[in-house]
Structures are given as C-alpha cells and as structure tokens.
DNA sequence: ATTTAACTTGGTAATTTTTGACAAATATAA
DNA sequence: TTATATTTGTCAAAAATTACCAAGTTAAAT
C-alpha cells in the first residue's frame, strides 16, 4: 500500500455498519423507534446496533433492508464485511485471510455444495 | 473470471480446513486420538472438524498448531478463510464483501481501536 | 470370516452466547 | 422546563456451542 493511501486510512474515518445504518434511516426521516418498530425490535437495540454492540441476525437484516429500501446485496456486504474485519482483527489474523475466504466461496458457489456436508 | 479459472474451480478440489489439519496430521503419522488428546478434544471431536462439522475455538487452534508444528498465522488463515467463505455462501452474499471487509480490517488496525466500542 | 484399530456419527447434558424487553440515565431540542 | 430521542445496563429466555460418551461403520491384516 502506498503512503498516500495509508495515511488516508488512518485519517479518513470508515463508515462502520452502523454509522451506515443511521445514515441511511435519518435520511429517510425516521427516528429509532419508528425504524425499530418495523424490524420487531425496541429504541434500545436499535441504537446497540447503531453502536456497534451487536445484535441482529438475518430476518432484522432482511427487514432492515426493506424498511429503508435498500438493496438486500447491499446490506448483507456491509454487515458481513464488518463481521469478518472484526474476526480478523480480534484473532489477529494476517488480512491475506480474504484473498482465500474469496477463493474458497467461489469455489463453494462453483460446486453444488452438499448441505449435508458443510452443516448449513 | 476466465473460462479455464472457473473450469480449474470447479475441476479441481480446494483443501478445506478439515482436510488441511487431516493432512498436516497424516504427515506427522499421528492418529485422530492422539492429535485430539494433544488438543483437549476426544477422537470423536477431531473428526468432526477434520470432516467440516464444526468444533473448534481459538485455543484449540492454538494447541492444534503447535501440536502439528505449524505457523499460527497460517492456521488461523486456514481456519477464518473457511468460516467466512460459509457465511458468505450461506447469507448469499456477494463476494466483494471480501474487498470491503479487507478494507475495514486495515482500518481497524491503523487506528487504535476502543475495545469498549467494539466489545472485543 | 474374524479380529483389531481407526474413524464417523448421533445423542445429550452442560456451558456459553445471543437475544429481546424493560427501565433508568443521558442527551437534545423546542 | 418539558418533551422527545437516544444510550446504556440488567435480566431472563432462547439459541448455539461444546465436550463427552457410546454405538456404528470402515478398512486392513491375517
């Protein structure tokens, strides 16, 4: 990586999962318990979520998704992606780690993967 | 991707976790029994990890690796790479969360991250 | 075919983790 | 202040993970 992008990494605040998600439900006018609402949580988990202090599994991720009228794609990238940079950093993983988890998933998306095998 | 990529992909069989471990173990002529006693795990455990049903947390993976003499940067790279490569395929999430999640695992490291905000 | 060792698989109980709900505390705005 | 919005901690229920055991299968040797 060059210096210039370093510098900028360290500099330029990332958009982290829940800023996202704030982002887009201000934008939209609504308030947290409005938004928790639609997604069967109350303000506080919402605002956990918004903080980064966890919980949500799928269905809110796909209930999210469609109260703020996004795309599903879109917002599984931006909560997995922060899930595994997580892992990676707590594990003290080298980041090298992504180049073969990509390998690996689109080899498992090439084969028709046995459920039975991989438990999901 | 280009054809003979996705050929090769499909083609040939990419070492999973399990099989790497298995590999490593063979190699070293020791038996499921006697790895997983190295480990705190019964024969029975092993197997499921060697076959891809789970088990394993981080100390485990760290007695693994120096029970089979290997760099514990790698077998944690062996071992998350699976792990998000199943999340990845199971939430049916594009693959250029790999792309971002590298991204926010940079980011994470150049600032020193409040281990209160991240609850790791 | 029988024996033996290695491996696989399923069940289950214990433990840990995650989750949602509530309430209190804090912040923000009118 | 008053009202509204957000944050935070706690708690119990639910879900997931784990170790352990035992039964079952496979494979090799003789």
Partial sequence: MSKITK?????????????????LRVEKGLNQTELAAKIGLDSGGLSKVENGKKELKE???LLLAKALKIDVADIKKQYLSEKFAEDCFKYKCPEAVFQLAEEKAKYYKSVNIKQSKLKF
Avoid at 11 to 23: A, C, H, N, T, V
Wanted: proline content about 0%; hydrophobic content about 35%; cysteine-free.
């Fill in 7 to 23: 510098l900028n990494l360290t500099r330029l605040k990332m958009e982290s999962f829940g800023d996202y998600i704030r982002r």
């Fill in 59 to 61: 269905n809110k991720l």
